[in-house]
């Protein structure tokens, strides 16, 4: 029998000529291709932050094939594709997918749900994210406030 898996592909800011999406894509397919599972389907949220609370339905469907069993596998290519909202979130999924019985495999983490050391490697990459996620924040805010007190322009479609 052969084993199916689910993608998850997640992309923050989609601009003409961005590239993650196929490149997540190639990756997770190719280490399903190694490892003898067989894409039921891929999971997708351009322009959807992992760090925000905002509405991310390639991320909703892509848990829910998984803890109803619909799918065993879930591959990401990165933890913090999944989620930047650290181990609050992170933890939660992880204790749905066990009680499914299902897994997750960061691809790129060389990571798998289903080796219970990884729930310890995870919970700190998952803050790593989270942590990543506010200082590029501040460090933005930072920039354009700078550049409004000099009355220089901070970015965007002119108005």
Same mark, same amino acid.
């Given at each position: 029998?052969?084993?199916?898996?689910?993608?998850?592909?997640?992309?923050?800011?989609?601009?003409?000529? @961005?590239?993650?999406?196929?490149? #997540?894509?190639?990756?997770?397919?190719?280490?399903? %291709?190694?490892? +003898?599972?067989? !894409?039921?389907?891929?999971?997708?949220?351009?322009?959807?932050?992992?760090?925000?609370?905002?509405?991310?339905?390639?991320?909703?469907?892509?848990?829910?094939?998984?803890?109803?069993?619909?799918?065993?596998?879930?591959?990401?290519?990165?933890?913090?594709?999944? @989620?930047?909202?650290?181990?609050? #979130?992170?933890?939660?999924?992880?204790?749905?997918? %066990?009680?499914? +019985?299902?897994? !997750?495999?960061?691809?790129?983490?060389?990571?798998?749900?289903?080796?219970?050391?990884?729930?310890?490697?995870?919970?700190?990459?998952?803050?790593?994210?989270?942590?990543?996620?506010?200082?590029?924040?501040?460090?933005?805010?930072?920039?354009?406030?700078?550049?409004?007190?000099?009355?220089?322009?901070?970015?965007?479609?002119?108005?």
């Amino acid at each position: 029998m052969t084993q199916t898996a689910d993608l998850y592909l997640r992309l923050s800011l989609d601009r003409d000529g @961005s590239t993650s999406i196929e490149r #997540q894509d190639r990756d997770c397919t190719e280490w399903c %291709e190694r490892n +003898g599972l067989t !894409i039921r389907k891929r999971h997708i949220d351009r322009g959807r932050s992992g760090y925000k609370a905002v509405d991310r339905r390639g991320f909703d469907a892509a848990i829910s094939a998984l803890t109803t069993g619909t799918v065993g596998t879930l591959i990401v290519w990165k933890v913090d594709r999944l @989620s930047r909202r650290g181990m609050g #979130q992170v933890g939660q999924v992880l204790d749905d997918v %066990e009680k499914a +019985g299902g897994r !997750i495999v960061f691809v790129q983490d060389g990571l798998d749900t289903s080796y219970k050391q990884s729930r310890l490697v995870l919970a700190f990459l998952s803050e790593i994210a989270r942590s990543e996620s506010e200082n590029l924040g501040l460090r933005v805010a930072h920039a354009k406030a700078h550049l409004r007190r000099k009355g220089r322009w901070i970015g965007g479609a002119p108005p």
